[in-house]
């Protein structure tokens, strides 16, 4: 596969034509929904061809944060919601002219390269698919040109919102941990990561503990500073918005050093305990 890589230029214009002709009552989402989306999907979606050669886009998340979901159906105006198993809920599409819609956002507009491939295959399925059956539409040309991120958009919140972590530890005696990060499988990604590094003017990229896992992670207080400005811009929707929320109240407290003071440590280590839970809810 080729990369051609462009610099931050999201094209949703065949999007707004798909949209009028499928769904010409219900009103468009923002560009800026749009590209969170395409974040999200990079970190959470799954394209599914079944071995009937049958099509579904899935997102899944947990019960506990079905409001996303729920955002997700509500603003696209098409899926549906559903729950998987008691601990956790989908949105899926496995409608021809919702899948040629959802195409037509995330065609020459993904950011990572191992979402390409299988974005890629997800086409080849679709082309098949929809020269089948009563319902027939035409196929679809791969656009292989990969967007970097950007601090000027929202897909890195989106994305963030699927994959990253606002991490901090708080020990019984004086000291701290303060971190932010993002994994990823595949070296083919590492290139993504890198660029964040450049976006935020700090951190490092190494390879996890886990096999072909590599991470990107900025940590300590003075660092992840750099990453406000962002965050405060572009609004994360799930329930990393409260870990985010936390973490910055936490970064304040380590200013104002209440580390240093037992009874406010206490405290401190409460809210270390729930960013790290809002990070796997």
Partial sequence: MKFSYLNNNFDFSLFYI???????????????????????????????????GDLAFVITQSTSDIKILQFIQETLGFGKVIAQSVNTSKYVTQSKREIDILISILNGNIVLPSIQAKFNNFIKGFNSWVTKGKIRLDTVVTKNMFILPSLDNSWLAGFIDGEGCFTCSISEKKGYSFNFNIAQKGEINVKILEHICLLFKGGIVS????????EYRIGGVKNCKKVFPYFDKFTLYTKKSM?????????????????????KRLEMIEKARMINKYNIL
């Fill in 207 to 214: 390879k996890h503990a886990v096999e072909n896992v590599y």
């Fill in 18 to 52: 798909k949209h009028k002709t499928y769904l010409p009552n219900k009103s468009y989402p923002s560009n800026k929904f749009l590209t969170w989306f395409i974040g999200f999907t990079e970190g959470e979606g799954s394209f599914i061809v079944n071995n009937r």
């Fill in 243 to 263: 870990s985010y929320i936390l973490w910055k109240q936490v970064y304040n407290d380590l200013g104002d050093k209440c580390h240093l003071d037992k009874s």
